[in-house]
């Protein structure tokens, strides 16, 4: 960004960035960037925030409702990228706050999945999708889209956005389908102690290759993709 961007105080350091949104990287802080859009209006809003005494989703609601332009009647969508996924407490919140004021639209994208393989955790983020919350795992548009709006990169950095593994994404994927479409976990997540080393594997019933999209499985080399010959 250049000096005279407006927005250059509020955005994050790119170590910052890599450090939080790493999909492999299992930190425990969380960052939350984010996106408002009031009415008709095409400004948009930008800035982030981060855990504090409480979840960075919680400090975003109470932020939000405590700004003396806030307006319930008018029209107002938001977009949030996580760099994990809310937990059950957050996705609980996030469902009161959207039921207190319909006319706030939520889109979460969000770079991992935070203790998937907790019952409530994933029903409750069920819960959330269910309501009309859009979640997604955060993908190479997602991030470039962030590091160009929400970083305070070199001039010469507008395009070295980082580019993980197109697999690891896929997994947190292939997970956040199970716990939309309510099936067991698949996805597990270990470290190894001698590195720290984090290790993903995959374990898969019948369940998941009937009821998960076809080219989602594609996507992660768990099933070939049909050739059909002429």
């Known amino acids: 960004p250049s000096m005279g961007d407006a927005t250059l105080r509020r955005r994050i350091k790119?170590?910052?960035?890599?450090?939080?949104?790493?999909?492999?990287?299992l930190r425990k802080e969380t960052c939350l960037l984010y996106?408002?859009?009031?009415?008709?209006?095409?400004?948009?809003?930008?800035?982030?925030?981060?855990?504090?005494?409480q979840h960075a989703e919680?400090?975003?609601?109470?932020?939000?409702?405590?700004?003396?332009n806030f307006k319930p009647s008018v029209k107002c969508s938001i977009t949030w990228f996580l760099s994990w996924s809310p937990c059950w407490r957050c996705?609980?919140?996030?469902?009161?706050?959207l039921n207190q004021y319909p006319n706030v639209t939520l889109v979460i994208f969000v770079s991992r999945l935070y203790w998937h393989m907790e019952q409530q955790h994933r029903q409750?983020?069920?819960?959330?999708?269910c309501s009309g919350v859009t979640?997604?795992?955060?993908?190479?548009?997602?991030?470039?889209?962030?590091?160009?709006?929400?970083?305070?990169?070199?001039?010469?950095?507008?395009?070295?956005?980082?580019k993980y593994p197109t697999l690891w994404i896929m997994l947190y994927v292939l997970e956040l389908h199970c716990i939309i479409l309510g099936l067991?976990?698949?996805?597990?997540?270990?470290?190894?102690?001698?590195?720290?080393?984090?290790?993903?594997?995959?374990?898969?019933?019948?369940?998941?290759y009937q009821k998960i999209p076809y080219h989602v499985?594609?996507?992660?080399?768990?099933?070939?993709?049909?050739?059909?010959?002429?």
């Open 58 to 68: 919680i400090n975003f609601m109470e932020k939000f409702t405590s700004e003396r």
């Open 124 to 129: 409750e983020l069920k819960e959330l999708v």
């Open 184 to 208: 067991p976990p698949c996805l597990k997540i270990s470290v190894r102690h001698s590195d720290q080393l984090v290790l993903f594997s995959l374990d898969l019933q019948d369940c998941h």
């Open 35 to 53: 996106e408002i859009k009031w009415g008709a209006s095409h400004n948009i809003w930008r800035s982030s925030n981060q855990n504090t005494t």
């Open 14 to 25: 790119s170590w910052e960035f890599e450090a939080f949104f790493n999909p492999q990287e």
């Open 135 to 162: 979640i997604q795992i955060m993908n190479y548009s997602e991030y470039r889209h962030c590091w160009r709006n929400f970083v305070d990169y070199l001039p010469e950095e507008e395009d070295h956005w980082p």
């Open 217 to 230: 499985l594609v996507a992660t080399g768990i099933i070939r993709p049909f050739v059909t010959w002429r």
């Open 91 to 97: 996705s609980k919140a996030i469902r009161e706050f």
